[in-house]
């Protein structure tokens, strides 16, 4: 597709349940993002890929957070024994990452609440 | 600490007339990217318009300009003639100085244009 895609888009799972969230980057993108957004916030940065691998890897919450990005191109963000305070609408976003200022372009998040 | 302060939580504006978005932000790193936002009620983040530090004019995208001022560190957003589909949320961004791949954001600002 031309755009970020993610799925699913909306995730209702019971906690303590593992959850898997995918990313599809655009064509061609080197470069690709993890974003939370709680309800009323602005996003906070997770992780962030170039290529498969992943340089930064400060902004994962916990070490039930984990992410992986496979022959440059796909991601899925796990979520292990999920909380209540894990719900959040999850982004994901990339870019040329030719330059560090190319701007990132966003998928349609995921929806995660956990009950 | 850097940091992105958006003072206007919500503001109107009447179709076809100007709207300034405010946005400060706080560095002592000297280069840096300034980015604008746009997130419809859909959730799709949809990027508007980049400034880098360094760049002498304003940054310019159709009805979108960026009015940048280096020494006060602002980054107001500046819509003209406004449209109903402009309503969103607004959120000012900027590069980390520590990696440069990564956004930190403000808290936005959501805009309503009244017909």
């Known amino acids: 597709g031309a755009g970020v895609s993610q799925s699913p888009s909306n995730k209702v799972t019971e906690k303590g349940k593992d959850v898997e969230l995918r990313c599809d980057p655009i064509?061609?993108?080197?470069?690709l993002y993890w974003y939370r957004q709680s309800l009323g916030q602005g996003l906070e940065f997770l992780i962030y890929?170039?290529?498969?691998?992943?340089?930064?890897k400060s902004g994962l919450p916990s070490d039930r957070f984990s992410a992986e990005r496979t022959g440059g191109s796909v991601s899925t963000l796990t979520i292990q024994r999920t909380q209540q305070e894990d719900s959040a609408v999850y982004l994901c976003?990339?870019?040329?990452?030719?330059?560090?200022?190319?701007?990132?372009?966003f998928g349609d998040g995921t929806r995660l609440s956990i009950l | 600490a850097q940091k992105i302060t958006q003072t206007q939580p919500g503001m109107f504006v009447q179709e076809k007339e100007a709207v300034t978005l405010d946005c400060t932000y706080d560095?002592?790193?000297?280069?840096?990217?300034l980015f604008w936002y746009k997130q419809p009620s859909s959730g799709e983040m949809i990027f508007l318009i980049y400034?880098?530090?360094?760049d002498q004019q304003n940054a310019t995208e159709g009805r979108y300009s960026l009015n940048f001022q280096k020494a006060r560190k602002s980054a107001n957003l500046v819509i003209s003639a406004s449209q109903l589909g402009d309503s969103a949320m607004y959120f000012c961004a900027m590069t980390d100085a520590g990696n440069n791949r990564k956004l930190i954001w403000g808290l936005g600002t959501s805009l309503a244009v009244n017909p």
């Open positions: 400034q880098g530090s360094y």
């Open positions: 890929f170039q290529g498969n691998s992943a340089p930064d």
């Open positions: 976003a990339s870019s040329l990452g030719s330059t560090v200022f190319q701007p990132q372009h």
């Open positions: 064509s061609g993108h080197t470069a």
């Open positions: 560095t002592s790193d000297p280069s840096y990217g």
